[in-house]
């Protein structure tokens, strides 16, 4: 590629960024209040079920304890995402700038780029071309990964981070009934005198 090319694939890439960057930034401030509530409600119901576990008897205690203990961790997991997130948004111009050296990372003469434009290549169906293709895609050199987590503030919108992401809201969803669940059995439990 040429250097005119190549400066002028940096500023399409550059001026791209930065009109988006902005709206990014904005949709992640606007989302962490929703993304805040939705961490909040498992809380009280942990607290109170590690309460009653703690002062359970016998090898009741181990066990509920050891449950919420389970449930105190998606909570967290959550919270310290949010967390990550607020932190790559807080310095937009630092954001731009690592976006910007992702898709320069990807560019069409990259390795990476070359491994995925080989899934799409060719017609016809070529299963087993594809799947060696698509194996060589996920089994992306150990230096690009490298260089993604190194750019701390735009790894969190570069997948698979998105994804965990999710990962995590399922699971604080799921802790959160469980954990409401889990009291009131609890909390009948100790009623009857069982723990």
């Avoid at 899934?119 to 895609?137: A, D, H, K, Q, T």
């Amino acid at each position: 590629m040429s250097e005119e090319s190549e400066s002028a694939l940096h500023a399409r890439v550059r001026s791209t960024v930065d009109a988006h960057v902005a709206k990014l930034v904005l949709a992640v401030k606007v989302l962490r209040i929703p993304a805040a509530l939705v961490g909040l409600p498992a809380i009280p119901a942990l607290l109170a079920a590690t309460i009653l576990a703690a002062t359970a008897q016998g090898g009741w205690r181990v066990g509920l304890l050891a449950a919420c203990l389970l449930g105190w961790l998606a909570v967290a997991l959550w919270w310290i995402r949010l967390k990550r997130y607020h932190d790559a948004i807080r310095d937009p111009g630092l954001l731009a700038e690592q976006l910007v050296a992702v898709f320069e990372m990807f560019d069409s003469g990259s390795e990476v780029f070359t491994r995925m434009l080989a899934v799409f290549e060719g017609g016809g169906l070529r299963v087993v071309y594809r799947l060696r293709s698509l194996w060589r895609v996920v089994r992306i050199p150990d230096y690009v990964t490298t260089q993604i987590e190194d750019l701390h503030a735009a790894r969190w919108f570069i997948p698979p981070m998105p994804a965990t992401t999710a990962l995590r809201f399922t699971i604080l969803i799921w802790a959160t009934v469980a954990s409401w669940v889990a009291l009131l059995v609890l909390v009948g439990l100790r009623i009857g005198g069982v723990v």
